[in-house]
C-alpha cells in the first residue's frame, strides 16, 4: 500500500519558471491538501480540496494554483516561481475533514 | 488568535531517560490533539490523536499524550527513550474536526545521546 505518494521528490527553478508538483493517493480518501513548509513555522495549508470537484484555499494560497484531478490526484502548481517559494512541500490526506491527515514524503523545492 | 503552543524549539536527552514535550493550544473549545513526528527527509507520520474520550492517549513506538483541559495542553511522553527516536515533533491542532483547518506548532526537534 502506496499511501500518498508525492513526484517529485528533488526540484531546483529559476526564478519566474512554472512547475506543477504532483500528489496521488491510494486510500480512497475524499479530502486532499498541500502544505508547505519552512524552518521554524511549521507546516502551513496552502490549499484543501474537501472532496472530488471542490478546492478552497488555506493559510498561504497565493502564488499557487490547484486541481483536484479526480479522487485520487491533487497537482499544485507554480505559474511564475519565486525564491519566497523555495520550500519542502507536503501533501496529506484523510478520508472525510474530521480525521487524521496521512502524508506523502515530500518535495523540496529551490527558487534560485 | 488560535495559535498552537511548541515552546522547546530543541531538547537532547540521553537514551534510556524518559521524555516530555509541551505543547499548548488557545481554543474557544477543546479541539482535535494531535502528535506527528517526522524522521530526517521523511513525511510525518501520526503517533497519536485525540478525539474525546480518556484523556490519556496511547500512540505508536510506546509514545503517550495527556490532554489537560484546564491547562489546554497536550504534552507528548515518552517513558525511556531510544536512539531511533531522534526526529522533529509536531503537535498539530483541528479545532472544528474539518482537517483544513489543522494548525501545526513550529515543531521539537529531539537528539537522543548515547
Known amino acids: 500500500n502506496a499511501g500518498v505518494t508525492q513526484t517529485p521528490k528533488f526540484q531546483v527553478l529559476k526564478t519566474g519558471q512554472s512547475m506543477t508538483l504532483q500528489c496521488a493517493q491510494d486510500?480512497?480518501?475524499?479530502?486532499m491538501y498541500w502544505y508547505r513548509q519552512d524552518p521554524g513555522m511549521g507546516l502551513r495549508l496552502i490549499y484543501y480540496?474537501?472532496?472530488?470537484?471542490?478546492?478552497d484555499k488555506g493559510e498561504v494560497p497565493n502564488g499557487y494554483n490547484v486541481s483536484r484531478l479526480n479522487k485520487r490526484e491533487f497537482s499544485l502548481r507554480l505559474e511564475s516561481a519565486a525564491p519566497s517559494q523555495t520550500s519542502v512541500y507536503f501533501c496529506?490526506?484523510?478520508?472525510?475533514?474530521?480525521?487524521?491527515?496521512?502524508f506523502g514524503q515530500g518535495t523540496r523545492l529551490t527558487v534560485v | 488568535a488560535q495559535s498552537v503552543t511548541q515552546p522547546d524549539i530543541h531538547i537532547t536527552v540521553s537514551e534510556g531517560a524518559s521524555l516530555e514535550l509541551r505543547c499548548n493550544y488557545s481554543?474557544?473549545?477543546?479541539?482535535?490533539l494531535f502528535w506527528y513526528v517526522q524522521s530526517p527527509g521523511q513525511g510525518l507520520q501520526l503517533l497519536l490523536k485525540?478525539?474525546?474520550?480518556?484523556?490519556l492517549v496511547q500512540g505508536i513506538k510506546g509514545f503517550e499524550a495527556e490532554f489537560k483541559r484546564s491547562q489546554s495542553s497536550f504534552n507528548l511522553r515518552k517513558p525511556s527513550v531510544h536512539w531511533s527516536d531522534a526526529a522533529e515533533y509536531f503537535c498539530?491542532?483541528?479545532?472544528?474536526?474539518?482537517?483544513?483547518?489543522?494548525?501545526f506548532g513550529t515543531g521539537t526537534r529531539l537528539q537522543v545521546t548515547l
Open positions: 496529506a490526506s484523510s478520508i472525510r475533514q474530521n480525521t487524521e491527515a496521512f
Open positions: 486510500m480512497n480518501h475524499n479530502s
Open positions: 480540496s474537501a472532496s472530488e470537484g471542490t478546492t
Open positions: 481554543y474557544g473549545a477543546t479541539p482535535y
Open positions: 485525540y478525539f474525546s474520550g480518556d484523556t
Open positions: 498539530a491542532v483541528d479545532p472544528t474536526g474539518t482537517a483544513s483547518k489543522l494548525t
